[in-house]
């Protein structure tokens, strides 16, 4: 049997989700799985939207056999050659030598790196704004270079409005036997791996993503369908609106989170007093303990809240090590426009406060507030003023940029 889902009249999802990976790219947790969209359309030729990830790939070709029954495959447009996308490309290429490749240059490039097979008399490179017929559909090429690799495009059906956007718009979970957004609970059950799944795979690269935003914005477009997470039929907007607070690097909600790390409880417990301190004031707090958190909800949560305070002991005269990998992971992330506060604990020669904001100091505006609270081993009764004092900084701060919030929202 075959678990396919049809798109428009055309066009068929013939995916496949995988709920068995572990690590994404290596890095990245996928309690929820992850979803390997290839999408067919049938027109007087048929043309495949990129293939799937190896750990899928008897579904997909299952799925592909099933749709075409038997018709030719004339074309493999390849908008991202990232392996999660074209690892079955080249046993597509063997099973169906009738097809060509269509891909921008770079991909072309990539192919030859990533296969040993010489496909180059198969492969017909296309630039921006070219278009490809495949019979009522006309087929237009975007490209959208560092979204997030440099040779990556995206295509545009005129015929039944649809965006093929590759990366863009997608999302970590496997889709669960729902194919579009409109049959889940995206902004209930989704949002939260978009938004972690767009921070830390795309985060870095948003200047390109705003590129593409703009080019996006010129089409009609009544559909997109990404490689990874649901297909937008419906409400696309609110999606949308996510994206460009995403890569304007614009906090989502006005609140604090705190991140943590504690050797033996001192560290963490001023941390706690300081969440209390601020929820009593009506802030709304988040904390993580960096030690047992993956890096990956961190760093997710540091696009979403617009204040962050980072907490941390000193540590053989560094920042202790998993609070060092966080904030070099952020910084290399590139977050912007954020207010940061420092909290320091040290026995002896306490330094991580100092350390913590030369690695935050650099990025593009982030304000560091003048106030760093240093502990000497444990907090002591003498210090919750000072403590206190932070927490009533931090909240003016929250409370005075939630206007600008909220004009963004509106």
């Avoid at 989700?17 to 799985?33: C, H, I, N, Q, T």
């Avoid at 889709?175 to 409109?182: E, K």
Wanted: glycine share 6%; aromatic share 10%; with cysteine.
């Amino acid at each position: 049997m075959y678990c396919i889902r049809k798109v428009t009249e055309d066009v068929t999802w013939i995916g496949a989700d995988d709920r068995r990976l572990a690590m994404f790219e290596g890095v990245y947790s996928v309690p929820k799985g992850v979803s390997y969209n290839s999408y067919l359309l049938l027109d007087e030729k048929a043309v495949l939207f990129d293939t799937v990830d190896k750990a899928v790939g008897r579904v997909f070709f299952e799925n592909l056999a099933h749709v075409l029954a038997g018709r030719p495959l004339e074309y493999v447009i390849v908008q991202h050659m990232e392996p999660d996308h074209s690892a079955t490309l080249a046993e597509l290429l063997l099973r169906h030598p009738e097809t060509e490749v269509v891909c921008s240059e770079k991909s072309a490039m990539m192919i030859g790196q990533f296969f040993s097979e010489d496909y180059s008399r198969r492969i017909r490179i296309v630039k921006e704004g070219e278009t490809l017929s495949a019979g009522k559909h006309q087929l237009t090429f975007y490209s959208a270079p560092m979204v997030h690799w440099p040779e990556v495009m995206v295509t545009y059906d005129h015929a039944d409005k649809i965006l093929f956007s590759a990366d863009a718009f997608g999302t970590f979970g496997a889709l669960n036997g729902a194919v579009f957004a409109d049959e889940m609970d995206f902004f209930g059950d989704y949002l939260d791996e978009a938004r972690r799944y767009y921070a830390n795979i795309i985060g870095k690269y948003s200047l390109p993503v705003q590129q593409l935003l703009k080019k996006a914005a010129g089409l009609d477009i009544a559909m997109v369908c990404p490689l990874h997470g649901p297909v937008w039929r419906k409400d696309f907007a609110a999606y949308l609106e996510k994206y460009r607070k995403w890569s304007a690097y614009e906090p989502e909600e006005a609140g604090v989170m705190i991140a943590y790390a504690s050797i033996y409880g001192n560290t963490e417990n001023a941390a706690n007093i300081l969440a209390c301190r601020l929820s009593e004031k009506g802030v709304r707090t988040v904390m993580f303990d960096v030690s047992v958190t993956p890096a990956s909800e961190i760093i997710a949560a540091a696009f979403k809240w617009s204040h962050l305070v980072f907490a941390a002991p000193t540590y053989n005269m560094g920042v202790f090590v998993t609070m060092d990998a966080l904030l070099r992971d952020l910084a290399a992330h590139a977050i912007q426009n954020r207010t940061v506060m420092i909290l320091e604990n040290g026995s002896w020669a306490p330094a991580s406060g100092k350390l913590m904001r030369e690695i935050l100091g650099g990025l593009k505006g982030v304000t560091i507030l003048e106030e760093t609270l240093t502990l000497k081993s444990s907090l002591r009764e003498n210090q919750m003023e000072e403590l206190f004092a932070a927490a009533d900084v931090i909240a003016a701060s929250v409370e005075a940029g939630k206007s600008g919030i909220s004009q963004a929202e509106a």
